[in-house]
């Protein structure tokens, strides 16, 4: 790796002998400055790896300049030598104080310049490999979380598209519930880190549903009271399929899959739980998935139009659901309504 020596010295004399010493230390890319500010102006445009300034110069002394370097950004660690006369021991501590990593005295011995130069270079290499190698380690730790986030996502989706292939044809719905939890949770104004979370885990809000017969979740007439408890269960069974997990997204699908039949007027269903009581994700839920269960056909039920489920939702505001829920779902409401058509049921994927 080429390493780059920044000097400062206003007596064009000592500017030469240094330089010389310098390239004679190994370091070829040199930039030679009599005016300090001229060299903070290189500096702000080249990442140097080796600073040697003079302490007496005019307008801006070394003390000066080491202060104004290290407040650049990418030199907070790189090696600074102030050079500096024998009898000068107050500046040398003042220069410590400034940020000087090291110190040279004139006159200057020409084999201490060299093999200091050499080592504080040598110090520099192993920082810049150190800190090459901590990006890159970084970047490998960000590929492998995302590769991960990735995979986490697709097991989500997948199991929740299996499950839901049993209650419909396609298990589009999951896909399109999932889409207006995210609409509902901006326009509700969560997070970015909520609504992502939101969108990835609703998906599995009926996982319970493998618990339930054939029998009873393809029924074409109405359930029994027998039956209708039997299919209540599954908010239960899908709570304990998902709780116990260390995954930030499978706790809150645990989460969604047992309170998202549960109302706002306490008449839900399995805990009787009401109002602010009921989770937030699953006060979302709860509207995003009667809206398009309510639009979808079902074996035991036409498709509603558009108007007529969104008509519901608004007239079970307070009672059914969140009032401000619904407030942010009539807001999201086209984007909703585009989901349908992005995402529909005859489609074989989405």
């Known amino acids: 790796m080429t390493m780059r020596a920044l000097l400062i010295d206003d007596n064009p004399t000592n500017l030469f002998m240094l330089g010389k010493l310098i ?73 410590l104080d400034a940020g000087a990593t090291d110190f040279l005295t004139k006159p200057v011995d020409m084999a201490e310049v060299k093999a200091r130069i050499r080592n504080l270079a040598h110090l520099r290499d192993l920082q810049n490999k150190m800190r090459d190698r901590a990006a890159w380690l970084a970047e490998e730790v960000r590929k492998a979380t995302h590769e991960m986030a990735l995979m986490e996502e697709e097991i989500i989706l997948r199991l929740a598209r299996a499950s839901e292939y049993r209650d419909s044809d396609t298990g589009a719905h999951v896909i399109r519930m999932a889409r207006n939890c995210r609409e509902i949770a901006e326009a509700l104004g969560m997070t970015a880190q909520f609504c992502r979370d939101i969108y990835l885990a609703s998906p599995l809000h009926d996982v319970g549903k493998i618990g339930v017969p054939d029998a009873i979740l393809r029924k074409p007439e109405p359930l029994s009271p027998e039956e209708r408890r039997t299919m209540e269960t599954h908010a239960g ?100 309504v585009r989901n349908l058509s992005e995402a529909p049921d005859y489609a074989e994927s989405a």
């Open 23 to 95: 390239q004679n230390a190994g370091i070829s890319d040199l930039s030679s400055h009599k005016d300090p500010r001229q060299a903070l102006d290189a500096a702000r445009d080249i990442q140097f790896d080796l600073v040697l300034v003079d302490y007496m110069m005019p307008g801006m002394d070394g003390l000066e300049f080491i202060k104004a370097i290290r407040q650049l950004p990418n030199y907070e660690d790189v090696p600074v030598v102030m050079v500096t006369t024998v009898d000068q021991k107050d500046v040398c501590y003042a220069a």
């Open 237 to 336: 069974v899908g709570q304990a399929i998902l709780s116990g997990s260390e995954s930030r997204l499978i706790r809150l699908a645990a989460e969604i899959a047992g309170s998202h039949h549960e109302r706002w007027d306490g008449t839900g269903y399995p805990n009787g739980l009401k109002a602010t009581e009921i989770p937030i994700a699953s006060r979302i839920a709860a509207v995003a998935d009667v809206f398009d269960a309510l639009v979808s056909p079902r074996p035991y039920k036409n498709a509603w139009s558009v108007e007529d489920a969104a008509a519901f939702i608004r007239t079970n505001a307070g009672v059914l659901f969140d009032p401000q829920v619904v407030r942010a779902f009539e807001e999201r409401l086209p984007r909703i």
